[in-house]
């Protein structure tokens, strides 16, 4: 009960509700008049039939999309991920994770959440041993850098070697440069610019393919694959990387087209295309 009180007393909600009120009756409106005009095009007999079934059509298809967008404001979840092993782990309501079948040795646990800063820790693994870790993800907020220190950036991007492949002429480059001024949200706001690559929008989540219809060996037809900060991203459902990958946090990325990525970089048959995406956490500047 307190917490609907709360609910209820937050002015927030209200001013959420009534302007979600006003939408749902102009466009209310908007399908009735779009209705009426098509229907008028019919012969009499047929007009209240058509009526009947466009209004009802445009009732479930707008409780549809309320029911998606609800759906796309849960997904709450973080994502935590074992650098160096392909392994990921989501958590579940009360924000628990469990992760089995870990290799020994110490590693360093990565949690990511689209609006949150990247946070991580070191763990120790050991076959008999059950290991606790608690993170906490901060709000991230975005601020424009007083001083943009360049040298620092470009050191760091020289050390995981961008700049010397952004010289040859095998991928496609995104460098500071070119993002400075973008200001983006998503991942995909950035991939966008990439004229090989296609963005399409899935019940899971806007998800990154190739646009020149190239189809792996395994039979998935433009399948791209990830490294995040030199390490693989692996999507648990189709559009995660998009979930989980701020665009405010990318620096640099690199795209190759199947056959054409570095060795390092190439997993299984290399007939996916690869996507390196540099980010803060990495490229410090």
């Known amino acids: 009960m307190d917490a609907v009180a709360a609910i209820l007393s937050d002015p927030q909600v209200w001013i959420a509700f009534l302007t979600l009120t006003a939408l749902?009756?102009?466009?209310?409106?908007?399908?009735?008049?779009?209705?009426?005009?098509?229907?008028?095009?019919?012969?009499?007999?047929?007009?209240?039939?058509?009526?009947?079934?466009?209004?009802?059509?445009?009732?479930?298809?707008?409780?549809?999309?309320?029911?998606?967008?609800?759906?796309?404001?849960?997904?709450?979840?973080?994502?935590?991920?074992?650098?160096?092993?392909?392994?990921?782990?989501?958590?579940?309501?009360?924000?628990?994770?469990?992760?089995?079948?870990?290799?020994?040795?110490?590693?360093l646990l990565l949690a990511r959440h689209l609006g949150y800063v990247v946070e991580s820790a070191?763990?120790?693994?050991?076959?008999?041993?059950?290991?606790?870790?608690?993170?906490?993800?901060?709000?991230?907020v975005a601020m424009m850098d007083p001083v943009l220190v360049t040298a620092r950036r470009t050191a760091a991007l020289d050390r995981v070697g961008f700049n010397q492949r952004s010289r040859g002429a095998s991928g496609y480059f995104l460098g500071p440069d070119r993002?400075?001024?973008?200001?983006?949200?998503?991942?995909?706001?950035?991939?966008?610019?990439?004229?090989?690559?296609?963005?399409?929008?899935?019940?899971?989540?806007?998800?990154?393919?190739s646009s020149r219809g190239v189809t792996s060996l395994s039979g998935s037809s433009g399948c791209v694959q990830y490294f995040v900060d030199d390490m693989p991203f692996t999507e648990m459902e189709p559009g995660d990387a998009n979930s989980f990958i701020s665009g405010s946090e990318i620096v640099a990325v690199e795209v190759y087209q199947p056959g054409l990525a570095p060795a390092q970089y190439?997993?299984?048959?290399?007939?996916?295309?690869?996507?390196?995406?540099?980010?803060?956490?990495?490229?410090?500047?």
């Not at 008028?40 to 549809?64: H, Q, S, Y």
Request: hydrophobic share 45%; proline share 6%.
């Open 24 to 107: 749902e009756l102009v466009l209310g409106i908007d399908n009735i008049i779009f209705i009426s005009i098509l229907v008028d095009r019919l012969p009499k007999g047929e007009r209240e039939t058509a009526r009947r079934i466009g209004l009802f059509l445009a009732m479930f298809m707008r409780v549809g999309l309320l029911l998606g967008l609800s759906w796309i404001v849960g997904m709450t979840a973080p994502m935590f991920t074992l650098i160096g092993t392909d392994i990921v782990a989501l958590t579940d309501a009360q924000g628990h994770f469990t992760m089995r079948g870990l290799p020994s040795g110490s590693r």
């Open 179 to 209: 993002l400075k001024n973008m200001h983006p949200f998503y991942m995909t706001d950035i991939l966008r610019l990439v004229p090989s690559l296609r963005i399409v929008n899935t019940p899971t989540g806007a998800t990154v393919t």
């Open 122 to 140: 070191p763990v120790d693994l050991t076959p008999r041993e059950t290991q606790h870790v608690s993170l906490t993800l901060p709000k991230f």
């Open 266 to 285: 190439i997993r299984g048959t290399g007939s996916c295309v690869t996507i390196l995406l540099w980010t803060r956490f990495r490229i410090r500047g």
